[in-house]
Structures are given as C-alpha cells and as structure tokens.
C-alpha cells in the first residue's frame, strides 16, 4: 500500500512540477508549485519525517507562497505580454533541459535500485527534529545563509527592474 501511495504522490508531483513551466499566467504557475510542495510533503510523511512535511506544508507552501503571489500581484504579471515573448523565446531550451533532467533522475533511480536499500540513519529515525536543526545551524549554516540572501536579492532585482520598466513612459 505504501508503494502505491509513494507513486500516487511522485506522479502528483511530476505532474504539477510540470504544469508548473507549462503554465502561461504566473498566478496558475504558483498554485501548481503549491501542489507540488503538497505532494512533496506527503513523501516526507513516508519517509517518516513528520516535522519535515509540516514546515514544508507551513514554510513553503503557506508562507512562501504568500509572498510569490504578493509579488505577483505587485507586479501585475498576469497581464504582461513581455512575459510570453520571453517564455516562448525559451521554450525549446526548457524542453531539452526538462528532458536532460527527466533522463538524469531515471538513471539514478535505476542505480539506486541496483545498489540495493540504504542504509538507515538512525539517528534520524528517532530525533529527526534535534538531528535537523544541528545540521542546519552547524554544518550547513553557510549554504542556508547564502541561499536566503540569493533569494532577497533576486526579488528586490525582480521589483527595481519592474518598476524601472513601469516608470518609462510609454512609446
């Protein structure tokens, strides 16, 4: 039962991560990436990693997902022609790198299944809360940083440039 519940949710996932690129209007993109962080948090629960799929249904899909659509709808990109022309202008190289990505977890999907079962951590297994939180704050303090600051700055770029373009007067 749990194999079939594990693929019920992969598929989900796929599915809307998909959905999530071919989707044209950033408001339905953003309601499929929910989805996706949805299904992402049901294979947490199968993986017995409870406090991982509550702050993945908490953090992301409740309180980043706020913000994607605050931003969204400050920006009014639902009615923005620019934005097809530069999605259509990339389709192809999303195509191929889709694919290139698709192929890529296949294989490590088979090899994973040739290598046999892993290895239990069982440290992880019984306190998955205190494991988490050192290994954020310890050894992965770093790239947690630097990708929260990576993050600011690309959305305070995605306002300036916006509201450079809106300020214009238009030809």
């Known amino acids: 039962m749990e194999t079939v519940v594990f693929f019920l949710l992969a598929g989900a996932a796929v599915a ?7 989707f044209r209007n950033p408001v339905y993109s953003a309601l499929s990436l929910v989805a996706t962080l949805f299904c992402v ?6 993986l017995q990693a409870h406090f991982l799929a509550a702050v993945q249904v908490i953090v992301y899909a409740g309180a980043i997902m706020v913000l994607f659509l605050f931003v969204i709808m ?4 639902g009615a923005s022609k620019s934005l097809e022309v530069v999605t259509g202008r990339y389709r192809g190289f999303a195509v191929i790198l889709l ?3 698709l192929v890529a977890f296949l294989g490590l999907t088979s090899l994973r299944q040739i290598g046999g079962t892993p ?5 992880l297994a019984t306190n998955n809360i205190p494991y988490i939180g ?10 947690f940083e630097v990708a929260s600051m990576i993050l600011l700055v690309a959305l305070i770029g995605v306002v300036v440039l916006v509201k450079r373009e809106n300020a214009q007067p238009a030809e």
């Open 16 to 22: 809307s991560a998909l959905l999530l690129v071919l």
């Open 41 to 46: 948090a049901g294979l947490f629960v199968l």
């Open 74 to 77: 400050l920006l009014n990109l």
């Open 99 to 101: 694919s290139t990505m």
């Open 119 to 123: 290895v239990p951590n069982e440290e």
């Open 134 to 143: 050192k290994l954020l704050y310890t050894d992965f303090l770093l790239p």
